[in-house]
């Protein structure tokens, strides 16, 4: 079992988007409003893609931390990397700090597409042209 119980969400797997409902049946609340040091990119393909670390020019990503049913941490992650391809190395499962200093999962692009910087580091406000 997973030690980690919490994922910090950025994109298609946020309340509202495409995928949330990968991840809706595996949370405990609605998340919490925090960022992580790093760069979120377009992929020009219907969601983002995110490079974490500090000193990334425009180093930050909105996101959302939740907390997972913790009987189901090792399902809903197992379940997350296929969704996320993981398995298939389109991203890759990575633990951060983020800027509230919670420790979460978040995925990580893996690799091959053309990225477009996202201003802001928001993947709803980029959605709605706010960005």
């Known amino acids: 079992m997973s030690a980690l119980g919490t994922l910090f969400a950025y994109g298609t797997l946020l309340p509202g988007d495409v995928r949330w409902h990968f991840l809706q049946r595996f949370v ?5 409003v925090d960022r992580a040091d790093g760069r979120l990119f377009d992929t020009g393909e219907g969601y983002p893609a995110a490079v974490f ?3 990334i020019p425009a180093s930050v990503i909105h996101g959302r931390v939740f907390t ?5 941490v090792d399902e809903a992650l197992a379940t997350l990397d296929d969704v996320e391809g993981a398995v298939a190395g389109d991203y890759r499962r990575v633990e951060i700090v983020t800027h509230e200093g919670r420790s979460a999962w978040a ?8 990225l477009a910087p996202i201003e802001g580091g928001s993947w709803a406000a980029h959605r709605a042209g706010r960005a």
């Open 68 to 72: 997972l049913l913790a009987e189901l």
């Open 107 to 114: 995925y990580a692009y893996g690799g091959g597409l053309t």
């Open 53 to 55: 670390g500090a000193g």
């Open 28 to 32: 405990t609340d609605e998340g919490l």
